[in-house]
Structure formats: structure tokens, C-alpha cells
């Protein structure tokens, strides 16, 4: 689906937000890295969706009104079998809101960002970046700055984190791909510039890999629900 049928096609269903694979297909159309996966409805779909992607893999509840999913043990990690998949597909496809699980590959990294956006009633859409996975809410170490956002500013917000010494190189781990990670913030960044209906985007978290690589394996996209539909079509990967 194109942005704006997966934008149009919640606001319809009356949703002020995407589940997590639509989230991560709107994110993709514009450039940004997102894991493997693959939407299943089945246990046995899941498992054919694992041994096409490699194991291990992971497996997580998906639904429109479904977010949290590891406080409410809606994720399942580092699956190896078939059988193992179908167990946990069939356990996650009971959960209450979900309509179908989402099998992804499993992203190595043990460093990790949160990348997103908001819109200050007094700024506009502002882009951010902090530090991700169970950090974000210890630390506080979340940036701002306003979109759209020139790559100095992206550059100084990323350097004035506590985190950025995990963006260096250490203990073996490749220096984050400075360029690709500034990439993904003017990214999401051109989403809100294209759809006023999105208020807000959570993608948590971006792993960072061994190699440095930037991949994101959870999203959130938020709308407005009294938003217009988009009218027209509207390119996503920009320059």
C-alpha cells in the first residue's frame, strides 16, 4: 500500500493510530531502514513467514490498538523452530486487539536510540532522538529540534545526547553510520512535512549493529482523528 492509502485507510476506520507494520511501511516508503518481516493471520502462516526470513526470528502481537507489547508480553524472541512459532503465533493471535502477529528477523545490536517526532502547539513538528529500548524512560536523554531540520542541526542535536559515546566505536562494535542515522531523523522529519495527519511517531527501538548499521524494529505513528483525508499522492523517499 502507498502512504497515503495506509494514512486514508485508518482515518476511515475512524484509528488515531497505524499498528506497528503499517507504521513501519510508511516510515520505509521514505527511506527508512526497517527490520524484515512479515505480517501472518496464522500459526501456520507464521511458520512458513519464519523459515522463509532464516531463523531465529521474532514474533510479536499486531493490531491497531495494541501498543507496549513487551510490558504486556506480547513479543516473543529469538524463536529457532517452526514449532516454536506456532506457539507462540497461536498463544499472541488470543491477545485482545490483535488480528494478526508480525514475524521479523532478529536484529543483533546492543546499542539503541529512539527516533520520533512531535507537534508543539507552539514550534510545529519538532524531530527527536534519545536514548532507546528500556533506557529511554531511566534516563531521560531525549533531544529536540524543530522540522524541517538541516543535517547540521541533526548532527548537533545527536551530539549533545549523554548516549553519543555508544555512537563511537567500542568493545569491538563499529562507529555508528553517522550519515545513515542523520538520514532516518530527516526522514521521519519529511513524514510530518507530507502528512499534517500524523502527529506524532515513536520508532523504538533503532538498533544500532555491531557493524554500525541503522535498523528500525519497532514504530508508532500517531494521527489526528479529525484529520482530512490526504488528498492526492504524494512521493515518499525524497531527497
Not at 514550534?123 to 531540520?149: I, K, N, S, W
Amino acid at each position: 500500500m502507498t502512504p497515503e492509502e495506509i494514512i486514508n485507510r485508518a482515518l476511515s476506520q475512524g484509528r488515531d493510530r497505524l499498528s506497528e507494520h503499517e507504521s513501519k511501511e510508511l516510515l520505509a516508503a521514505f527511506g527508512v531502514p526497517v527490520c524484515r518481516e512479515v505480517l501472518a493471520r496464522t500459526p501456520e502462516e507464521a511458520a512458513a513467514s519464519a523459515a522463509t526470513l532464516g531463523f531465529p526470528v521474532a514474533v510479536k502481537a499486531c493490531g491497531a490498538e495494541i501498543s507496549h507489547k513487551s510490558e504486556q508480553s506480547l513479543v516473543a524472541l529469538s524463536l529457532k523452530t517452526e514449532p516454536e512459532v506456532r506457539e507462540a503465533a497461536a498463544r499472541l493471535l488470543d491477545a485482545d486487539g490483535a488480528d494478526s502477529v508480525i514475524v521479523a528477523e532478529m536484529v543483533s545490536g546492543s546499542r539503541e536510540l529512539l527516533l520520533g517526532l512531535v507537534r508543539d502547539l507552539q514550534f510545529g513538528p519538532c524531530v527527536m532522538a534519545g536514548a532507546g529500548g528500556v533506557l529511554t524512560e531511566v534516563l531521560d536523554d531525549v533531544a529536540f529540534r524543530m522540522a524541517p531540520t538541516a543535517r547540521p542541526d541533526i548532527e548537533d542535536m545527536l551530539d549533545s545526547l549523554a548516549c553519543r559515546p555508544m555512537l563511537s566505536a567500542f568493545r569491538g562494535q563499529a562507529a555508528a553510520d553517522r550519515d545513515a542515522l542523520a538520514d532516518v531523523v530527516a526522514a521521519i522529519g519529511k513524514v510530518a512535512e507530507a502528512f499534517p495527519q500524523v502527529s506524532e511517531i515513536d520508532v523504538n527501538p533503532v538498533i544500532i549493529t555491531k557493524s554500525g548499521q541503522i535498523v528500525a524494529v519497532d514504530a508508532l505513528v500517531v494521527l489526528e482523528r479529525s484529520a482530512p483525508a490526504v488528498a492526492g499522492k504524494i512521493s515518499g523517499k525524497q531527497s
